[in-house]
């Protein structure tokens, strides 16, 4: 086991999207939510009371959508909330936990939201299709596969695909959604080539190590991928890219500010990437999805949430680590990370308890 630089694991934006879990559904001290509207991911915190009018009210100031126009869906696949619950409503009985998604569409008027008589609604406007993928530096449209324009179809089932466990699991990732065509050294010379091209963004603070060093360790195989070249990727493939943490089932997303209009899905599960598809309904196979389409992103986190479920990731932060060069011991990812700045020593193994 080889262990992650500091740089690719600790910098890492939190975002606070996460499966609902199966367990009981309480009321929070306070709530964060998150709010989907038109492709776009918007974090909100509520303030007591957690009722339904409290919701309302922020829904509307996040979206522009009045109350009485309001489509709000929950859960897996989403479902719209009853419209005619009242504003005092509490969350848990509708429900919707902490850490929630929601969905929110703009509907029919109606004449009141909570007078307890059920309204029909019209459909709600599909939301416009992403902006097309520009080309990457140099006109070059061969980093991705032409089979990408197709792959929009629907998914009817997500599926984690594990990835062979030999310190190249990302860049396995990364060649099996965008690019099959490519090695992982050539995938790793993409890495390298993008920080040698701009090293006021990749410096030495970023890296956490000097950049010709980072070019060097970069192409050896036993150097794991993080945050840093998935980032890198995301420009590279114009491709969005969503990694799921088992034990916290935060999702850490790349290019999504800049709309890219596909979307790999990964897995990792503290020392180990692997990605998901999906099972089209008439068949076939998709590495690459619609970064609008909730319901894949969370038939991927009902995965992590069974694996986190069965305790199947690693504690990075809590685990024994040994040094595989002097023998030397450590706690935590951290004090190995130090060694390996100080030392070069990058192979390491797990001491089990």
């Not at 999207?17 to 964060?32: A, G, H, W, Y």
């Not at 004449?111 to 006109?139: E, H, I, M, R």
């Not at 010709?212 to 590279?236: N, V």
């Not at 692997?274 to 609008?292: I, S």
Request: glycine share 6%.
């Amino acid at each position: 086991m080889s262990v992650k630089p500091l740089s690719q694991d600790k910098e890492r934006k939190e975002a606070p999207l996460r499966l609902m879990s199966k367990r009981k559904r309480d009321t929070f001290p306070e709530m964060r939510l998150l709010i989907r509207h038109q492709g776009k991911r918007s974090p909100v915190e509520l303030e007591e009371p957690f009722v339904l009018g409290t919701l309302r009210q922020k829904v509307s100031e996040c979206t522009g959508i009045a109350a009485n126009r309001q489509v709000i869906k929950v859960g897996f696949p989403p479902q719209p909330i009853d419209t005619s619950l009242a504003d005092d409503r509490p969350l848990s009985d509708v429900p919707i936990a902490d850490n929630e998604m929601l969905v929110v569409e703009e509907g029919a008027e109606r004449s009141d939201v909570s007078n307890g008589q059920q309204q029909t609604l019209q459909a709600p406007p599909t939301a416009s299709p992403p902006p097309s993928a520009p080309q990457q530096n140099g006109g070059s449209s061969q980093a991705r596969p032409a089979s990408c324009a197709a792959e929009a179809d629907h998914v009817e089932k997500v599926e984690r695909k594990v990835v062979p466990a030999d310190n190249s699991c990302l860049f396995n990732c990364i060649r099996s959604i965008v690019d099959p065509s490519k090695s992982n050294m050539d995938l790793r010379r993409i890495i390298r080539d993008a920080v040698r091209r701009d090293p006021d963004r990749f410096s030495e603070a970023i890296l956490g190590r000097p950049t010709d060093r980072y070019c060097e360790w970069i192409l050896k195989s036993e150097s794991w991928g993080g945050f840093i070249e998935l980032m890198i990727f995301a420009e590279y493939y114009r491709t969005q890219f969503s990694a799921i943490d088992v034990q916290t089932l935060r999702v850490d997303s790349y290019g999504e500010s800049e709309q890219y209009p596909k979307r790999g899905l990964l897995l990792y599960d503290g020392i180990h990437y692997d990605y998901f598809v999906g099972r089209k309904a008439g068949g076939g196979e998709v590495t690459l999805f619609d970064p609008a389409d909730d319901m894949a992103l969370g038939g991927a986190l009902e995965i992590a949430d069974d694996l986190k479920t069965r305790k199947q990731y690693t504690d990075t932060a809590g685990m024994t680590i040994r040094c595989l060069v002097c023998a030397q011991a450590f706690k935590g990812e951290k004090e190995a990370v130090e060694h390996c700045k100080q030392t070069g020593h990058t192979n390491f193994d797990q001491i089990e308890a």
